[in-house]
């Protein structure tokens, strides 16, 4: 990806620090912000510094960036206090699931009951 497109693209932005997010998390390969429009109590999004268009074309080389966002993930929920009482990873694909931003992230939900099956 251009320098150009990484500029365009909100979560490479937020990953290299020129858009403000409220970041609960950082390590080498990802970033932990709190959503702009939090669905929960708790609701962080985590996404790898590198930009991956989304979770339905991994390739092998994004193998340790998606170990690295789910291990950041579950430290999250554990830091944010929801580790005991339950919390949801989320993963949008599409139109049908509201995919809106196309910069791989993972949607950490608690800190409330969460409806199943989802709406
Ligand atoms: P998606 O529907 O693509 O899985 O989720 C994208 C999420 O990113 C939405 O929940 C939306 O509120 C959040 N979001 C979009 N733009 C920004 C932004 O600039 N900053 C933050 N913190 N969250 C954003
Ligand atoms: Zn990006």
Redesign the pocket.
């Known amino acids: ?1 251009s320098e150009a497109e ?1 500029e365009r ?1 909100p ?2 932005r937020i ?1 290299a620090g020129t858009l403000p997010s409220e970041q609960v998390y950082r390590d080498e390969m990802v970033v932990g912000f709190r959503d702009l429009n939090p669905q929960a109590p708790v609701h962080v999004l985590v996404i790898p510094r590198r ?1 991956i268009r989304g979770i339905n074309a991994p390739e092998a080389e994004d193998g340790a960036a998606l170990a690295a966002m789910v291990r950041a993930a579950n430290q999250i929920a554990r830091e944010q206090g929801v580790a005991e009482s339950g919390y949801r990873l989320v993963w949008n694909v599409g139109p049908n699931a509201g995919q809106s931003v196309f ?1 791989l992230h993972l949607h950490v939900l608690g800190g409330r009951r969460l409806g199943w099956p989802p709406g």
């Open positions: 990806m990484s693209c979560f490479c990953a930009h910069h």
